[in-house]
């Protein structure tokens, strides 16, 4: 079993930057790609970012490609979300995922999560 927990949330203006951060706890010694996931109101949860267990894969969905990063730090159990220039269309509840394997293909859809974050709130200002 593994807990995720996520911190960082909050409200900020456009074009403005949050860091989101995501702490494992529990059975971390296992090798689970990390996601970031997020779901607006009304609207199906969706996909973000990525990142792979050991090669440093990433992956993003399009809309936030070179305004997001994910990064990990395994010594800290912990996986990031940096994100820049937010816009209004980016608020969300983010939810921080772990995958069904290593690779960042075992955390890109909801069917292969195994495990998931109980959410952080962002909220973008116009």
């Known amino acids: 079993q593994v807990q995720l927990v996520e911190s960082g949330g909050g409200l900020v203006q456009a074009g403005g930057s949050l860091r989101l951060s995501c702490a494992a706890s529990?059975?971390?010694?296992?090798?689970?790609?990390m996601g970031w996931f997020r779901q607006a109101p009304g609207k199906e949860r969706e996909f973000v970012a990525a990142a792979s267990w050991n090669d440093g894969s990433t992956y993003y969905t399009n809309s936030v490609k070179g305004r997001f990063t994910i990064s990990r730090a395994y010594a800290k159990n912990t996986v990031y979300l940096q994100m820049n220039s937010l816009k209004p269309e980016d608020a969300a509840v983010y939810y921080c995922?772990?995958?069904?394997?290593?690779?960042?293909?075992?955390?890109?859809?909801?069917?292969?999560?195994?495990?998931w974050g109980q959410g952080t709130q962002v909220t973008v200002s116009s």
């Open positions: 529990g059975r971390t010694s296992s090798r689970y790609a």
């Open positions: 995922a772990a995958g069904t394997g290593p690779n960042v293909r075992d955390v890109v859809t909801t069917v292969r999560v195994a495990y």
